[in-house]
């Protein structure tokens, strides 16, 4: 069984840098049919994607924080990492980490592609 | 980006109803749609995933439909555990997208 745990500060300062660590348990990071996302959720409100990567390092960000975003993985640890800098209180949410499980077919394009074990999820807020 | 909307936004409803979410696309996304319930304080839950595959382990109660821009969840016999919100999401398109989500409570 598959387990995510988010960890990090859960107060951080306006204009300073969101950092989160999701440690995976129960499986290799290194799967080649999964990839690792982080997902937001303001308090009373839906849900955004963040980004993705792979053990191998490719990553895929939401434009509308791409300029901010960094995410990295150290497979020797089976972590995830969560970088967000120059925060706002816009940035206070729950985040969470979750596994993309995925399926291509013949042809190279996604069949199957969903997040299918979440993290308990952590709240930062940001605040001075 | 893809927008993705969900109607109603809540209902309520009592147990052993019949319950359908409709979920729909700005374009066409084919069938890279899934389905998710949220309960609160907990993480999302895939229910549903490729508009119509029954996650492992989900109530076969749950179903999914639609191609295309439209699509539907359905819950058959809506039970006391039920009550979440559901979310349906998109696969199509980078930036990966999620609807407004339907709050599903007790009449």
């Known amino acids: 069984q598959v387990q995510l745990q988010e960890s990090g500060p859960g107060l951080v300062k306006p204009s300073q840098t969101l950092s989160l660590t999701c440690t995976v348990s129960g499986g290799s990071i290194s799967s080649d049919t999964s990839f690792w996302t982080w997902i937001r959720q303001p308090a009373g409100k839906g849900l955004e994607w963040i980004g993705r990567?792979?053990?191998?390092?490719?990553?895929n960000y939401n434009p509308s924080l791409k300029s901010r975003v960094t995410m990295s993985v150290d497979t020797s640890k089976n972590q995830v990492f969560l970088r967000l800098n120059s925060v706002t209180a816009a940035d206070t949410a729950v985040y969470y980490c979750?596994?993309?499980?995925?399926?291509?077919?013949?042809?190279?394009?996604?069949?199957?592609?969903?997040?299918?074990?979440w993290g308990q999820g952590i709240l930062v807020t940001v605040s001075s | 980006d893809i927008q993705m909307t969900q109607s109603p936004s809540s209902l309520s409803v009592s147990v052993g109803d019949r319950v359908t979410i409709t979920c729909r696309a700005s374009?066409?996304?084919?069938?890279?749609l899934n389905w998710y319930q949220q309960k609160p304080g907990k993480a999302p839950n895939l229910l549903i995933y490729s508009a119509s595959g029954l996650q492992s382990g989900v109530p076969s109660r749950f179903s999914g439909s639609g191609s295309g821009t439209d699509f539907t969840l359905t819950i058959n016999s809506l039970q006391p555990e039920d009550f979440a919100t559901y979310y349906c999401q998109q696969f199509h398109s980078s930036p990966l997208t999620f609807g407004p989500g339907t709050k599903v409570d007790i009449k």
């Open positions: 990567m792979s053990a191998s390092g490719s990553t």
């Open positions: 374009q066409s996304i084919r069938n890279y």
């Open positions: 979750a596994r993309i499980l995925f399926e291509k077919s013949g042809s190279g394009s996604f069949k199957n592609y969903y997040f299918d074990y």
